[in-house]
């Protein structure tokens, strides 16, 4: 349990009442210890309201509209948050969220309790707000301006809020106009005094694809009726000679006791009440993205008649139990509590997109499709092929498994496998071809329970596919040449990511016995090397003759600049990113010594960005130096300590939809999926005594495989052991790790 | 059958070759006779395209958007019509429309078709247009640029249209963006390639009530299914330092293959097709003001699989049934056409509103209210008192019956008999309280199927509520002091038309027994008096203190100039509307020399407006002063032939739903409801030879009633015999004209 800023001994006696009251025994369990305020400061973009594991439904404190907000207003920069921890104007509470993404979005549906008379404006409305709890599957706050609390949980697809009023006129907003998405455009309908129904236009994601732009439909149940209720809109103002007779021209209109649909760009309803003493009221909202009926049949039968506390307790328990996967010991509360709280992180994107009934969105069609097991949207590849569908294979493979489905079901729908997949929308963001990695990496670690041969057949077409190839473009430069010039934007680090998923396809290839695959795309995969400038020792963009393109500064596109041959990064940030042929690129750097200072210098120079992707498994590479296996150990437990903390800024930056996170899981664990795609471990110092991932006997021989570490005072390993058998390197495989008992890291 | 400038013996043909195929029997029916292109110039507001009597559906082609259309651009001017005969640039077909409204409303889902890419901005897919034909129940038309004919009709509550297109690609829009209300906003589905739902908001009828703005719901049905479809939005432009990312800002989006909800001020759906020869596409639209669900089962109920053909037939049939209930013999094809014509217009507003299972938007709440017979909507009581429901009650009684009914409704709905009720909105517009003046003038003439003590009660209501009455502000001063004083709108105006209420309700309550009643409302009737300007002989404004208000210019307030005294006219226009209380005015004026002088001034210096109102009865006035009589035969005939004529102008102005082409009607039988209220007719000459009236055998004991006419050379009226018998005045009540058998107004 975590309390923000200006606690008072009130809340803290509320909350424990709160977790007596619902039965929850209080020995720490792993959920008990998730501090959703991480990552809700220094850009980490997670939000601290309640979500269920993959939920769809979510609820974050808005606090980023309004010159209140200022740095960090949604609009005046580009922020992609709906919360964020030092701001202090809150204008209510959005009920669809994405968590640690790096473009603004969803945001939307906004709650808001006020008192007195109903005021529409949010400029007006928005409070400051005090006595923030953050918890597991809860969260609460005060608004300080109307003396409402407002209690917050979800259920999957339905977000449940409680609200405390004082004696008095009260009110409950429903603004639509308002969000964090760029997109507007809203309908409403009230439906009765206890119900609203709706939608709100949300899309162009990264302001990518705006045509795109889909709903997300809600239904609205309130606890108790409104003794009045109405919708408002605020036109756009009208120009031109007609206009002069409308003396209500882009003014708010008050539409009072209306039940007929509504739309426009900026509208909401409220719901007011007069109560006579301190009265509760609360408010479940079901959403979908199919459709209004769907919302409705969501909220009905994930919370039907059920209390906000049961509610809760029930979303609580199924975190509780999810987190349970992995089991730490032997380590202090704050390790424990950034550790719980990145696996939870990790487990909020991919999240559901079907709605109960089975229904969802099929990708850029107009369709609707009917799964059996559960639809996952958000992939946010780019970032996640690289450590967190890993750590899904260990700990969760049934969720992994059906990730590798739903992205051949999107293969299925829309022709090609998904880059960056949010909500059934392709939202083409960032570089390469990720599914293949994923989906090899999956297939290889033993969860073969989908379609390979059609995965295959995806991954061959997005990799050979020339003409009007969505995810590869400039293929025809790769195939060619090698790599693409730079008439493509970021040519080499795109270059190194087609290496890295075709070195996936022809593991795949070897596995299914197609050699001429192979070694075709093995072939391919080291094909960054001409990129390779000996002189530099980096790797560096050439132009379409070939020749080195000039003037280059291989600090240059540190920090998110623009730079010519990278996205997201500098030479120095992307010079390693090879993790499949690292042994190729020891040669190319002139032998490990080489190497090894040059890797070094990456940190030296502080080139190395903890908060990105390209570099996020430098840390590890010196384990493929024989004898500087220990700075590998040194920096991780280095890196740990600066950048993930138990604090609002306590990621190094976007968490990514949880590839931070999962960095930070594995490193703690004491591995790390050194190679995306090789079903590979390598191995630094666990900050546990003890850790227990239970095994899913679906998919594992084992129950469960437990690391261990024997600490010494230089904190060096000595010895790795498997079952009691030493490891003759810092690599284990998958198989190896899976199917052993006990991975003994003996510092001593 | 009328066709319009650029006839071409094509379409003629083809016109004809169709009337054959349909059946119909070509001995000039009354049906026949309509020309739909009278009052669609000079302001008349009328409209070209289909309705069904007293349709919710209609169809105009619409053509005032577009600087082309300028003087008469919509947007440019107080423009009340969605089409304009002179006018030459089309941008579509509108499926609800009002018509001859003074304001602009409705005029949306506007269908249009095109040829080659989709262009989705109607200043560049819009076209001039050829070879319009207008009858009953039909419209056609070719689209110049696209050589796409369209052909029109309408059920009561779906919109039916067909389109011939070339070969080629050709597209189908339904613009919802476009429009002829002030409103904006819609939401838009496609269900699938031969299904469209949605809405659009329209409301704020005269730029007022913005916040009772409501939706028009509808269901598209294509007759083909799409090669491809889609929707288009234009988005707002964003403002602020966020929008520079947004490339697409403001900019039109094409939403290829969607069927998601989509909502917003600016969209629209594009159906295309690849013909590859000439092919016809048939677009049913069925609307509703209750819900998507009703709109599509108006359209399955009405047309289901019925082909344009059969639903022309259908509607034909139950215009000339409606028509017929007048005869007309002996006149000119030109005196038959203004004549049915104008019967036509009488038969569009009030208009029905529920939808075929029952249901219609209760006023002004959010309820869905279900009716067994059929609920009216469109009152413009201000017009339509002085003449339309009279013509109602004699020909179309249970109509009238029905739109009592539905008043009372909304006075069980809304507290308050309605004024100028507009889809179960109350507009407000205009003065005066007349729903009791239709009420008692219905009761009076025998229909008598609806709760007259209800009635009665409300009407009690709109008369004696001094606080928070919205039929009639300034009541207090009224009753105190006999007049509104100069700080109220109108003053004299509104005193007059409440005193044209209060005679209403004063008959009523006479016949109810109430006599207390019938003396207080009698006395209340004659309050204009103290308004009189003996010196003036006229009436004129007083100030709170009962001065004479100063400056006074009898004359200021023609053509719709703001005057202090008077709404919509002058001194002069008002001077004698006290149509109840002549004799009085009579002895007001010093007699019946004098008021014959000062009657006939106002026709001297041109202050007599044909286009409005309150002086739509002066012609008859003469009827009361014996000797004088002629002087109304020849104005009435005079009026007839300079204002009322078979072309686009041959309306004086605004039809006022219907009002201008009721006073037509009766002019042209030969009588005229002379005194709102007062089961009475005044008698001048009748324009056939013979007119028959149907009569409603549930309302009335005989089965028709003729009016004949005697013609001699000086067009002077000799002698009035009613079934041989002489009558010794220029008036008949009621009664004895519908229990006569023939009224024979003889110039011999």
């Not at 459709?291 to 209390?307: P, Q, Y």
């Not at 799964?371 to 700990?395: E, P």
């Amino acid at each position: 349990m975590f309390l923000n800023n200006r606690l008072i001994i009130l809340a803290t006696l509320f909350s424990l009442m709160l977790f007596f009251s619902a039965g929850i025994t209080h020995a720490q369990q792993p959920a008990d210890f998730v501090n959703p305020f991480i990552g809700t400061s220094n850009y980490g973009a997670a939000y601290p309201g309640p979500i269920a594991p993959r939920g769809m439904a979510s609820i974050s404190p808005f606090n980023v509209a309004g010159p209140q907000n200022l740095p960090l207003e949604k609009d005046s920069r580009w922020l992609s948050n709906p919360y964020v921890n030092e701001n202090t104007f809150l204008t209510g509470f959005s009920q669809v969220n994405l968590s640690g993404v790096g473009c603004p979005e969803l945001g939307v549906i906004l709650l808001m309790p006020t008192t007195g008379s109903v005021e529409t404006n949010h400029l007006k409305y928005g409070s400051t707000y005090s006595d923030e709890v953050a918890k597991t599957a809860y969260y609460s706050v005060n608004i300080d301006k109307y003396n409402v609390q407002g209690e917050f949980t979800t259920s999957k697809r339905v977000g449940v809020s409680k609200f405390t009023f004082p004696k008095g006129q009260s009110n409950i907003l429903l603004n639509l106009g308002l969000g964090l998405t760029n997109e507007e455009g809203a309908m409403v309908k009230v439906v009765s005094s206890t119900e609203i129904e709706g939608m709100r236009s949300v899309g162009s994601f990264c302001y990518n694809s705006p045509e795109a732009a889909y709903p997300v439909y809600f239904v609205a149940k309130f606890s108790k009726p409104a003794a009045k209720f109405g919708v408002w809109k605020k036109p756009s103002k009208q120009e031109g000679v007609e206009a002069q007779w409308m003396t209500y021209n882009g003014k708010t209109r008050m539409m009072d006791n209306t039940t007929k649909m509504v739309v426009g760009d900026s509208i909401g309803t409220y719901f007011s009440y007069e109560f006579d003493k301190t009265e509760t009221v609360e408010v479940k909202i079901g959403v979908s993205y199919v459709s209004i009926e769907n919302a409705r049949e969501n909220l009905e039968k994930e919370t039907g008649n059920k209390t906000f506390d049961a509610v809760y307790k029930e979303t609580y328990n199924e975190w509780n139990e999810a987190l349970s996967k992995i089991l730490v010991e032997g380590g202090s509360k704050e390790n424990k509590t950034i550790f719980y709280t990145a696996l939870y992180h990790t487990l909020i994107h991919p999240n559901t997109l079907n709605d109960v009934n089975g229904e969802y969105p099929e990708i850029k069609r107009g369709k609707i499709g009917t799964t059996k097991g559960t639809r996952y949207t958000v992939f946010s590849l780019w970032d996640t092929y690289r450590n967190l569908h890993q750590l899904m294979s260990l700990a969760y493979p049934q969720q992994q498994s059906n990730m590798v489905k739903s992205m051949l079901e999107m293969y299925d729908e829309n022709g090609w496998l998904p880059k960056w997949e949010l909500n059934s929308t392709e939202t083409f963001t960032m570089v390469g071809d990720p599914a293949s990695i994923v989906i090899a990496d999956t297939y290889l670690k033993g969860i073969q329970d989908f379609d390979v041969q059609k995965a295959y057949r995806a991954m061959l077409k997005g990799a050979d596919q020339i003409e009007n190839n969505p995810l590869r473009p400039g293929l025809k430069d790769y195939i060619e040449k090698g790599f693409l010039t730079t008439k493509n934007g970021g040519p080499v680090s795109t270059t190194q990511e087609y290496n890295a998923s075709d070195y996936s396809i022809s593991l795949l290839a070897k596995a299914l016995g197609k050699k001429e695959d192979y070694l075709r795309f093995k072939n391919r995969s080291l094909s960054y090397r001409k990129l390779f400038d000996k002189d530099l020792k980096l790797l560096r963009p050439r132009t379409v003759n070939g020749k080195w393109y000039e003037p280059f500064d291989p600090v240059s596109g540190a920090n998110f600049e623009e730079n010519v041959g990278f996205i997201e990064g500098n030479a120095w940030q992307y010079a390693f990113m090879v993790p499949h042929d690292i042994k190729g690129l020891i040669k190319l750097m002139g032998g490990e010594k080489a190497f090894s200072n040059q890797l070094q210098k990456v940190f030296d120079i502080k080139q190395f960005d903890m908060a990105n992707e390209p570099d996020i498994a430098y840390p590890y590479l010196f384990n493929y130096i024989k004898g500087d296996e220990w700075k590998s150990q040194e920096l991780v437990k280095k890196l740990v300590k600066e950048y993930f903390q138990n604090k609002p800024n306590g990621l190094p930056g976007n968490d990514d939809t949880g590839t931070m996170s999962a960095w930070l899981v594995y490193s703690m664990m004491g591995i790390y999926p050194i190679s995306p795609g090789d079903p590979i471990y390598t191995i630094t110092t666990p900050m546990f005594d003890k850790v227990t991932i239970q095994l899913d006997p679906k998919y594992y021989k084992k129950k469960s495989i437990v690391i261990e570490r024997e600490v010494n005072n230089d904190g060096k390993i000595k010895q790795i052991q498997l079952d009691g058998k030493t490891l003759n390197s810092y690599f284990i495989s998958h198989d190896d790790f899976v199917n052993g008992t006990t991975l003994k890291v003996i510092q001593n």
